[in-house]
């Protein structure tokens, strides 16, 4: 293999990942190859200690290390154990410790049904989540899944799955965003914020 | 650490590479962390494998592998040894072999003077650069430098240092890109093409 070759074959992997296209991936490989502070070591040391070290918890999936398995969400005796929230991947478990105001336990089903890009209700997390719900007693499952067409498909699929499990299931409100205005929101949005609008 | 710091590591790495900022760095580990088909071992593979492979040549400064060294641009005798091309970095090497209009050497300074962000004629392989002029016979240096003003006062710089050993400098035109209309281009870019304009 020639240099570039080499270059592409990272670039390739790069080009996979959320919200990188070919030509990024190339620009960032290629800077890999020539920046003088050894980047390219560098990465290669992060990620070498990251896949030593870093799992998915196997019970809710979030991200977590081999020494905390399950993870600290799991298994700490503050959180609210009536409550689990059901969302699509670990970067939202992220989202939402963020904002300090969820303190239940959590479910991330690693994708969401996609016909269109051939993923079906087995691909993701589900009997997973049907076995928790039976055994861990939680008494209101809340979906926070995304607001597409594919998200609250998959949101009505597992309402049906669990509609006999004796839950409540609810969803995370959506309407305008704080700090945003009327003007700016576009019309789907805007009837969903008027059909559950809320008494002051 | 926890799992997330492991990732901000990752993170903190791709944050550097270009046009990569915070959030799509870590939207970037994340993914690697979850994605079901081991994207981090596969990304650890080809880096651990380009580290091994990859270097720049020492002549020119493209991208080459240890068993190519000095590159393939710069052995082989059906270039133009007259012509040397003078670029910013290794993947404007990569671009303009792409077109294959050029058929002479290369130099790549590995960075432009930019006095704003601490880089000075001593930080860029300029004294390589005077060093091949004297030593291997080229008449004419091509600069292939940006259109920024940083960029413009690299190349003067190197005109300037270059003023007394015999060879032609030039540099790239700059005018309307073509498919593109007049009243797309700046001001600037339009006072430059209508200075060089040429006889049809």
Not at 109 to 137: F, N
Not at 148 to 160: F, G, L, R, W
Not at 174 to 194: E, K
């Amino acid at each position: 293999m020639n240099g570039l070759e080499y270059l592409d074959r990272i670039a390739a992997v790069f080009a996979k990942l959320p919200g990188i296209g070919r030509r990024s991936a190339e620009r960032m490989a290629y800077r890999l190859a020539w920046e003088p502070n050894g980047m390219m070591r560098e990465l290669g040391e992060v990620l070498r200690e990251a896949q030593e070290n870093v799992r998915l918890c196997s019970r809710c999936g979030s991200i977590t290390t081999v020494a905390e398995m399950p993870c600290r969400l799991c298994v700490n005796p503050a959180r609210d154990n009536a409550l689990v929230c059901v969302v699509q991947d670990p970067s939202d478990i992220v989202a939402l410790e963020r904002t300090g105001a969820y303190k239940g336990r959590y479910h991330a089903l690693m994708g969401i049904i996609s016909p269109m890009h051939g993923e079906g209700p087995g691909d993701i997390r589900l009997q997973a989540l049907l076995k928790r719900v039976e055994t861990e007693g939680f008494q209101e499952v809340v979906m926070a899944l995304g607001t597409d067409v594919e998200s609250e498909a998959t949101a009505n699929y597992i309402a049906e799955l669990l509609k006999n499990k004796n839950v409540r299931i609810t969803r995370l409100a959506s309407g305008i965003p704080v700090g945003s205005g009327v003007g700016y929101s576009d019309a789907t949005t805007l009837s969903r914020a008027l059909k559950n609008r809320q008494t002051l």
